[in-house]
């Protein structure tokens, strides 16, 4: 009997490489939309004819609660965020909503129906934010430093109180920064590859950014769904760490993803400081050795190779489509 497993966020990034996943293992998927005036399912249009779709909402604890109580899913995968960092401070109540107490109406909806479900929560290296040591593990203390950050922490120890409190399988993925050409344009290293896109083909001119000197260890989202599902196939329920070990900044990041298109960044890329933070996140690096030990993950794209695959996707969508604006698909 093939496995069900609801998919929450499933029309962001990480939510349309795991129902690629989960859709190879032969789940039965059940992704979880929320209303929107225009549909948002560029990348998961794909995917369309192969996995059911169900509306509901964190910030609903009814729909939440019909959902897990329809489906009766083995396994629940909360990707669902806001996880646009610099927009918490601006909405830091809706974060809190939607990242912190949604976590909340999701483990009472699962508590409430049916104890043996397993659970994957998105958690984020965020929550390290003004870092307590290096690298960080499963042991780092948190020091969040955006109501983003906050809100992440809130919701990891919901989880691991839920596990706790209830004998939930409950597991807590501190996930490092992970990219691909599916990434959102508002996060920096796609709005970088695709800048570089439409310069090189003379479509922009030039790219204005923040912080260069912040380092954060990225990785390719692809590999990163690969430990999510891990994490749910274990003996026993445990929180992990998923990084690469290797930390790059912004100003190598803009340095690679020029020079894949044989151009200079220092003739294109100004500062803005409207772009910086109230409070940054200066050096994120991960140590994943207990998700290498355990669940036997490893990542396979290194930093150079994943900013020049999503230059060479955005090259090719501009290509095609040169008044693109949103998300490429595939
Ligand atoms: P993403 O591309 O921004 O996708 C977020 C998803 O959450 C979208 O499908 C969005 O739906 C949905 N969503 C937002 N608010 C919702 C609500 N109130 N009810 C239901 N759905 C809602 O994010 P991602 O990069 O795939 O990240 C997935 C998760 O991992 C997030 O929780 C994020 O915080 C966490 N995380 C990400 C990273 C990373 O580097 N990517 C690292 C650590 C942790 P719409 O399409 O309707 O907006
Ligand atoms: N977005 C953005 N835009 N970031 C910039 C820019 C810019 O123009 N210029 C410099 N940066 C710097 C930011 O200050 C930050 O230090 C770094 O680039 C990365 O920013 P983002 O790509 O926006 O990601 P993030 O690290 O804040 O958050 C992402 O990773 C987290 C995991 O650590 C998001 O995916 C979160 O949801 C995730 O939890």
Known sequence: MSKRAIVTGVTGQDGSYLVELLLQKDYEVIGVTRRLSTPNMQRIQHLRDRIQLR????LDQASLLDLVADVRPHEVYNLAAMSFVPASWEQPLLTGEFNAQGVTRLFEAIRRVDTSIRVYQASSSEMFGKVRATPQTEETPFHPRSPYGVSKVFAHYMTVNYRESYDLFAVSGILFNHESPRRGLEFVT?????????????????????NLNACRDWGFAGDYVRAMWAMLQQDSPNDYV????VSSSVEELVQIAFGHVGLDWQDYVDTDPNLLRPAEVD??????????????????????????????ADLHRLQCEPLATDNEPV
């Open 242 to 245: 998923v990084a690469t070990g």
């Open 283 to 312: 050096h994120l690096i991960g140590d994943a050795s207990k998700a290498r030990a355990q669940l036997g993950w490893q990542p396979t794209v290194d930093f150079k190779g994943l900013i020049t695959m999503m230059v060479d």
């Open 55 to 58: 509306s509901a909402d964190l």
């Open 190 to 210: 796609r709005k970088v590859t695709d800048g570089v896109a439409r310069i090189k083909l003379g479509l922009g001119k030039r790219l204005s950014l923040g």
